[in-house]
């Protein structure tokens, strides 16, 4: 019997990954270094508890009002979290101060 991993992923992916592409306009500078995007959203991910699911479903279900509530703030932290982490990294490499607004 073939096994389908396909279906597996973790269930913060599409919270960051929205959040990082609406949070991006907070950091122009940041926009002309290819894959910043992934880089932060790889950086926030790592800051989260891991939840994998096979469907949305799933959590959406066993998961109750507050539970939902400290996820998004979680992934809002860390989201921000990361992207300061590598606006700092770039900063100290170009030697330029660079901020988001």
């Known amino acids: 019997m073939d096994i389908i991993f396909e ?12 959040l990082v592409q609406s949070m991006a306009v907070e950091y122009p500078d940041l ?6 995007r992934a880089d932060v959203a790889c950086i926030a991910l790592n800051n989260l508890p891991p939840r ?3 469907h949305g479903i799933d959590m ?12 998004a ?8 979290y990361a992207f300061e982490w590598v ?3 770039e900063s100290k490499r170009t030697g330029k101060i660079r901020t988001g607004t």
Do not use: K
């Open 7 to 18: 279906s597996v992923h973790n269930y913060h992916e599409p919270a960051v990954f929205e």
């Open 73 to 80: 703030a979680g992934v809002n932290a860390a989201v921000r």
């Open 52 to 54: 994998y699911i096979r």
């Open 31 to 36: 926009e002309q270094i290819a894959g910043v």
């Open 87 to 89: 606006n700092s990294r």
């Open 60 to 71: 959406a279900f066993y998961t109750t009002d507050v539970e939902r509530l400290e996820a």
